[in-house]
């Protein structure tokens, strides 16, 4: 049993059950039945005896939008649209020829051109059949704004500013010619948050992903992100997600675990 914030996810469960639980309500997902648990934190309770495929994945507009933002899970039975079960097979045996191991991050390996390719491939079209299942469905994808070339601007520099660094507001607003009360304006009305949570939203994402390393300890995460002290990093990276960062490490490494 674990308690996590899920990325985007989907679980083919082939054996047994799973029941989400966020404390309000509960779903449960049985053999032959796809579930996508959305964005929400819950505890995963899983049968005595349990298989399944697991794709985890983050399929964006090039603006940062997620496709299909869902805080509620979605649960359907895998006959309904044999082709994502039969793409997801596919990739589960493309990623086990190509490493062994179908537990990895696909960010942490490095492979050869045509494996790279060929993993793509397979994932390509579970993404494809998955949008296809989301739309027959009826689950509507985020509509895509015409984005001010301003923020567009800014956007660029947020993804290339290196963390080890400062960031200063001043600096954000003087590559689009604004003030920055101006531009927090901007932004504001378009993405909803200030050029500095953005950017504090991927230092968090950042963060996550490192501690996912069991070779990287957390001391040194915490300069590469920029941070003064271990301390300062501790302190940032709780009140982002409620836990340490010794705290999401211990969990989520144990959830890695039970993923088969």
Known sequence: MNYQRWPQAGWLIEKGSVCLDDGIRQETAKAGEWIFPGDRRCQQIFSEE??????????????????????????????????????????????QASFGDTRISMGKVKEAALTHFAVMRAFNEWSYQYVNAMLRLGIKPQLVEESDPRVETVLGGLRDFPMTKKLREPDLAKLCGLSVSQLNRVFMKSKGKTPIEMYQDRRYREARKGLRKLDQDIKSMAYQLGFSSPANFSTWFKKKGGISPSEWRARNLSNDLTEK
Do not use: Y
Request: glycine share 6%; hydrophobic share 45%.
């Open 50 to 95: 349990h298989q399944f495929i697991c794709v985890r994945f983050a399929l964006m507009w090039r603006t940062g939008g997620v496709l299909f933002p869902s805080e509620g899970s979605i649960t359907f039975a895998s006959e309904k649209f044999p082709e994502l079960e039969k793409s997801a097979h596919d990739l589960l045996n493309v990623v």
